[in-house]
């Protein structure tokens, strides 16, 4: 049986281009870039790259990206706009809790909620970050945005929703915050590319900074700091507060 992220980008690629969070990207590749020093000899994966709007964005600006996701009505789009572009990307279908890849990439993108954490259990949120360090070097730069677990604590995220949300990008009606999991359960209305609207029960794990610290710890990074995300202006003068709805994780193999 299909889950809730899988049905939503089934059909997807035209109008996920078109949202609010989506709009970002060139800013977004600045910081990126800045982060990796400018360095265009190493070798980039992007996880849930989506319609590969990041991967796309970085080859313009001469890096070698591998594009991964989930969804192939995502990555033919993806496939399209970058043969658009004349540019050569690899995408590939992959699952994220299962990378064939081993030491192969100096740095992994993991965007825009590009799988992590919207994962059915906690253990295969892990097995993402799991296998993503896998396919890393020995020392390799993990760059990633993912829900603030501090943000549901203190504001209504049906209020984020409301006055976040453009007219025809997916609606979202939150369920209900379970404060024992951190799981968000809410109800995702949106439009496919065929114009068929679909309702969806959904949930999304959000996190607390100390746990994400914890758990790349666990998997080896030595370095780990954590920001508030703002779309398309990453910066690490943006300490993370309560009033950020992703955090910026920055990890140093």
């Known amino acids: 049986m299909k889950q809730w992220y899988e049905k939503l980008f089934d059909n997807y690629g035209e109008q996920y281009d078109k949202e609010s969070f989506t709009q970002g990207t060139s800013g977004e590749c600045e910081f990126i870039e800045k982060e990796l020093h400018y360095d265009k000899s190493i070798k980039i994966i992007d996880i849930g790259c989506g319609t590969g709007r990041h991967s796309i964005e970085l080859t313009k600006r001469g890096y070698l990206v591998t594009g991964i996701d989930l969804s192939e009505s995502q990555l033919k789009k993806a496939r399209e706009k970058a043969e658009r572009d004349n540019l050569k990307i690899e995408f590939l279908k992959h699952d994220a809790r299962n990378l064939p890849f081993e030491n192969q990439f100096d740095a992994a993108i993991m965007l825009c909620e590009g799988g992590f954490p919207l994962m059915e259990t906690d253990e295969m949120n892990f097995e993402i970050l799991k296998n993503v360090t896998k396919s890393l070097k020995s020392s390799a730069k993990f760059i990633f945005t993912t829900l603030n677990g501090l943000f549901p604590l203190f504001h209504s995220i049906d209020d984020l929703h409301e006055t976040g949300t453009n007219k025809e990008g997916a609606h979202y009606k939150s369920d209900g915050f379970d404060l024992m999991t951190l799981r968000d359960y809410n109800i995702t209305t949106f439009t496919d ?28 990074f030595t370095k780990i700091e954590i920001f ?15 009033e950020d709805y992703e955090m910026l994780v920055i990890a140093d193999k």
Not at 203 to 217: D, G, H, M
Not at 234 to 242: C, G, I, N, W
Request: glycine share 10%.
């Open 193 to 220: 590319d065929d114009g068929n609207e679909h309702q969806l029960e959904c949930n999304e794990r959000y996190y607390l900074p100390s746990e994400i610290t914890w758990l790349l710890k666990s998997l080896g």
């Open 228 to 242: 508030g995300a703002k779309i398309g202006a990453y910066s690490r003068e943006d300490k993370l507060a309560t």
